[in-house]
């Protein structure tokens, strides 16, 4: 949500671009908040990837403009990278307890 609202308020607000048309790059962002707040691992995992764009355009505009852009792409990096690695635990998480779930029904020690 708080990379949502960096992408809108810096698109319509505080460092337009244009006519503010940029700011329909929020809207992915919304579409995976249903199954983030289920848990669903899918979810977790495509949104891994997906964040990955986000923190391709906040280090270009980082390093290519200036004043407000600028600090903003630093922080759509830094957030982006945040729950790049909050998606990462929770999938190394949920993984680990599954495998260990699996042992614990098999009956095997490891």
């Given at each position: 949500m708080a990379l949502a609202l960096v992408c809108l308020a810096w698109e319509l607000w505080l460092a337009p671009t244009g006519r503010g048309t940029l700011a329909i790059k929020a809207l992915p962002l919304l579409l995976p908040l249903p199954g983030l707040w289920r848990y669903r691992?899918?979810?977790?995992?495509?949104?891994?990837?997906?964040?990955?764009?986000?923190?391709?355009?906040?280090?270009?505009?980082?390093?290519?403009?200036?004043?407000?852009?600028?600090?903003l792409a630093w922080i759509e990096v830094a957030l982006s990278l945040t729950i790049f690695i909050a998606c990462a635990a929770q999938i190394r998480l949920r993984l680990a307890q599954a495998r260990t779930a699996e042992a614990g029904s098999t009956g095997d020690p490891a």
């Open positions: 691992l899918y979810t977790y995992r495509w949104v891994s990837l997906m964040i990955w764009l986000y923190m391709t355009e906040g280090l270009v505009r980082g390093t290519s403009e200036g004043g407000a852009g600028m600090a």
